[in-house]
């Protein structure tokens, strides 16, 4: 077998190419897992050393999400088409390259174009990571090359705060994103000389490029309102782009139908269970999310911890999620989703409530934000898995490689939009995040915002699952014990190694921490 044209049967595990290719691919997703960890702890620090608002240090952050929620579904359909090897290999580039542009970053606007166009490469990146794996292995080692990937990229949520918190308080915030480099380099050298070259040899069609433009377009319009409105806003552009940002998001839907090969196939909607999930979701994600943006913040401003310090507080949450995420997929599939995704959300606000405990004279980390992170972390690790799996269980199995890339945009769509508006709601904006006493007031507020949104979902998902979901939906996507991506609950939904359809992989939406 040579590295650029792989047997038709795939290779094994436990062969010296199978280990190779896990090696490159855990490398490639969990350096995007990293950046995700260790970007929120920074915060902080990169607003006093480059002096810059609130609002830039929301497009810090969503300035990554915003292209990789538009473009991921897209970098996994080309890498079907031109090869899953050599669309990651370009993403791993990308990545790195933007970087560094991120490491010397001289301002906010500098930052925050780099981290757009790390999100790019991540778009790349991230789908092209599983699917090396789901298309490079033999059918009976599949599952198992999944689920030690899953584990593997665990060790790198787990490492990522601890990571980010050295980093930031040692050589400092830059080193965050130029540690990268590095990385890249042995993942590339990787894979050009050890992993084997896939496609999708029966894909046709063209690529809804005019779709993916038009969602990104739609995203960053809706995105800058919020953020520009929780400041002193020109109402009249805060409106303006509002407007457009809703235009655009129409002319998606309407490109969407019309396309014999559209990027989002609105048909996948008309299962009842599917739509519902997705629903449960963005009440999730976008709780999650806001919690990860704001905790930091607090720690770091209103308690006093160091970013080290800070970005060890929350380890908890990932360490529950890779010690009790399958054994929950384990219990769904026996017991239904119904309970897990009720009970877990309950939990989930539970722990944010306690959270609400944290504030300047927090002096005690065992007293005032384990047993609050503990609960949290314990509501998680009980849903995430079960989400993912009724996901796919809701759709047919043809169908799994897009219902799980939906999933996983959901997802992310629910953390951009929950960064842009939360300090709105909280009224938290310009320079006062400098300040202990406002931000501790935001804080609190921000945890009842997330709190009632983990209720909701736990109430819909009460309401609209079936008790015996994943038993009923027999004949469709399987759903195996979900494997935990380690950062389920920080940026994204597990990857599932559901189905072994190459096309199911390449549409996986990657990792965020449960790795975020």
């Not at 088409?81 to 542009?101: D, P, Q």
Request: net charge positive.
């Amino acid at each position: 077998m040579t590295a650029g044209s792989p047997a038709s049967e795939g290779v094994r595990l436990s062969s010296r190419t199978g280990r190779w290719v896990l090696a490159c691919s855990v490398l490639g997703s969990g350096m995007a897992l990293l950046d995700g960890t260790v970007v929120n702890i920074a915060l902080p620090r990169i607003g006093t050393d480059l002096g810059v608002s609130l609002a830039a240090l929301q497009w810090t952050v969503n300035g990554y999400l915003l292209t990789l929620a538009g473009l991921i579904l897209l970098g996994g359909g080309l890498g079907d088409r031109y090869g899953r090897r050599k669309v990651f290999v370009i993403g791993v580039i990308w990545f790195a390259a933007a970087s560094a542009l991120c490491g010397i970053a001289q301002n906010g606007a500098m930052l925050i174009a780099s981290r757009a166009l790390q999100g790019v490469g991540g778009a790349l990146l991230t789908p092209g990571s599983l699917a090396l794996v789901q298309s490079t292995y033999r059918p009976e080692d599949r599952a198992k090359a999944v689920g030690a990937w899953s584990g593997l990229g665990g060790v790198a949520g787990a490492v990522g705060p601890f990571l980010g918190g050295f980093l930031v308080d040692g050589p400092g915030w830059r080193w965050i994103f130029l540690v990268n480099l590095p990385v890249a380099a042995i993942v590339v050298a990787i894979a050009v000389r050890r992993v084997p070259e896939s496609r999708d040899r029966t894909a046709t069609g063209s690529f809804d490029v005019r779709g993916a433009a038009l969602a990104a377009l739609c995203l960053a319009g809706i995105t800058y309102a919020l953020i520009a409105a929780s400041g002193h806003p020109n109402w009249v552009t805060v409106i303006a782009t509002a407007v457009a940002g809703l235009a655009c998001g129409a002319a998606f839907l309407r490109t969407e139908r019309s396309r014999p090969h559209p990027m989002l196939p609105l048909t996948i909607f008309s299962s009842r269970l599917f739509t519902s999930m997705n629903v449960v979701t963005v009440c999730l994600y976008a709780a999650i999310g806001g919690v990860f943006f704001v905790l930091p913040v607090q720690l770091q401003i209103a308690a006093g911890y160091s970013a080290l310090r800070s970005g060890l507080a929350t380890l908890p949450v990932t360490v529950l999620m890779l010690l009790l995420s399958a054994p929950a997929g384990a219990l769904a599939q026996r017991i239904g989703p119904r309970l897990p995704l009720t009970v877990g959300p309950l939990l989930t606000a539970t722990g944010l409530l306690l959270l609400t405990r944290l504030g300047p004279g927090s002096s005690s980390y065992l007293q005032d934000v384990l047993p609050a992170v503990t609960v949290q972390g314990l509501g998680m690790a009980l849903f995430v898995a079960p989400l993912t799996a009724t996901v796919l269980a809701s759709v047919d199995v043809d169908h799994a490689g897009i219902a799980s890339g939906v999933n996983n945009a959901a997802a992310r769509v629910a953390q951009l939009l929950i960064v842009a508006a939360l300090p709105l709601a909280v009224g938290l904006s310009n320079q006062a995040y400098r300040s202990p006493h406002a931000v501790n007031s935001a804080f609190g507020k921000s945890m009842y915002i997330c709190a009632g949104l983990c209720a909701l979902a736990s109430v819909l998902a009460f309401a609209l699952v079936p008790p015996q979901a994943l038993r009923e939906e027999e004949g469709k996507a399987p759903a195996p014990q979900p494997q935990c991506h380690s950062h389920c609950g920080f940026n994204a939904p597990p990857l599932e190694p559901g189905a072994d359809h190459d096309k199911a992989a390449a549409d996986e939406a990657g990792a965020g921490e449960a790795r975020a």
